[in-house]
């Protein structure tokens, strides 16, 4: 068995729903302390959501020396009803050459992949040119108000922020290496109100729908666009997700209207912008409403580089993968770390099966995928 196998193995071992970390990020910092890394625990929340955060950093020897930052968490999502899983999920298991256990995929293999290659890179570079951190949350499946965002935030206050990053995400579509995310659009929530007269259905000149009120907005706003997108992104795009109106009698005229939408924006836009476009075409539609928003995350982008030429070239040396650049699929970590770090990425595994039953790897990537992060400090390095 690999080391990355056997420290995997170890992780899924540990029942780690979020808010738990479950000993993880103790396993991580009594293998990374050896070899030089000063490890601080930041925890966050409130005591029934108390959220472990791990900093691990290892400063080179070369004054001015950049860092890269691997980055990921050790919170898995719920398992789901148990009788429906081949194996006990915390309990890696083999079958057919796949390692099963929830957080085989997402990520706790990446997490063993980053050690390992650190391990690795530093038997072979002990007085490297370049400074080395690890950033872990178990809050990145829950809320993400206590995780990353800490840390960051602890960071930026102390002038502290690592010059690149790596986040462990499952990135891979068929096989290891085949793409990786150097950017993801941002996500912003409205809840609309809107409000009307509530009357009986037979007298409609008493009351007020807000529902028929509103509907030609809502018109208006699915055929809006927003912007074209970019050579990166796709257009942003707007989406009601509920409605909610009505008493559930059939001869009541509701008195107001909730509707739940959701952008997902690209760096042509901005959350101000957007906002008021909307504000706009509910005001010119004359409606009486309250609008509430919520902005969860910022789009980022890492334009090709040094980190990307790096990563791209371990890729190819590696696997002989030429890999895809992406920015598709939701939001992840990587939107809190870019607000402090120029350079950030998703490299990881296959997502095949990320959040289902029985989640697996192929045994046969945990190699190539440690590897690729082994070479990836490789190119960085000599390049400084």
């Known amino acids: ?53 791990l900093w691990a950093k290892r400063a080179s020897s070369r004054a001015g020396a950049k860092t890269l930052a691997f980055a990921g968490h050790t919170d898995v999502v719920p398992t789901g009803p148990l009788d429906q899983w081949s194996s006990d999920p915390f309990t890696p298991t083999h079958r057919d050459g796949k390692l099963y256990g929830r957080g085989a995929a997402d990520m706790k293999t990446s997490l063993a992949a980053f050690v390992v290659a650190v391990e690795e890179f530093l038997a072979a570079q002990p007085d490297p040119a370049i400074s080395i951190a690890l950033l872990l949350t178990s809050d990145e499946e829950g809320p993400a108000t206590d995780g990353t965002v800490v840390v960051c935030n602890a960071l930026k206050a102390r002038g502290e922020a690592p010059d690149y990053c790596i986040v462990g995400e499952p990135t891979s579509v068929q096989r290891t290496g085949d793409m990786i995310k150097n950017g993801r659009r941002g996500t912003m929530s409205g809840k609309l109100t809107v409000k009307g007269i509530q009357g009986h259905i037979a007298y409609p000149q008493l009351a007020r729908n807000p529902i028929h009120q509103v509907a030609p907005a809502l018109a ?32 009541i005229i509701p008195g107001a209207v909730v509707i739940d939408f959701n952008f997902r924006f690209c760096t042509e836009s901005t959350p101000e912008g957007l906002q008021q476009r909307v504000k706009a075409v509910l005001d010119a539609h004359g409606l009486d409403y309250d609008l509430d928003w919520t902005v969860g995350g910022l789009p980022f982008l890492t334009t090709p580089g040094e980190l990307v030429s790096a990563v791209q070239a371990a890729i190819r040396a590696e696997t002989g993968i030429e890999t895809e650049l992406s920015t598709t699929g939701g939001t992840s970590d990587g939107r809190f770390i870019a607000q402090i770090c120029p350079q950030v990425i998703e490299c990881g595994p296959t997502n095949a099966t990320i959040h289902k039953i029985d989640e697996h790897l192929p045994v046969a990537d945990i190699e190539p995928l440690k590897n690729i992060y082994r070479r990836t400090l490789d190119n960085l390095n000599a390049a400084l």
């Open 1 to 53: 068995m690999s080391r990355t196998l056997h420290l995997a193995e170890q992780l899924i071992s540990c029942p780690s729903v979020t808010p738990e970390d479950g000993g993880c990020q103790q396993i991580i910092a009594a293998r990374l302390a050896p070899l030089g890394f000063v490890c601080e625990t930041i925890e966050s929340g409130p005591d029934n959501f108390r959220v472990t955060n």
């Open 220 to 251: 208006a706003l699915v055929a809006t666009e927003w912007d074209r997108g970019n050579e990166f992104f796709p257009p942003t795009s707007w989406q009601v997700s509920n409605i909610h109106g009505g008493t559930g009698a059939s001869n």
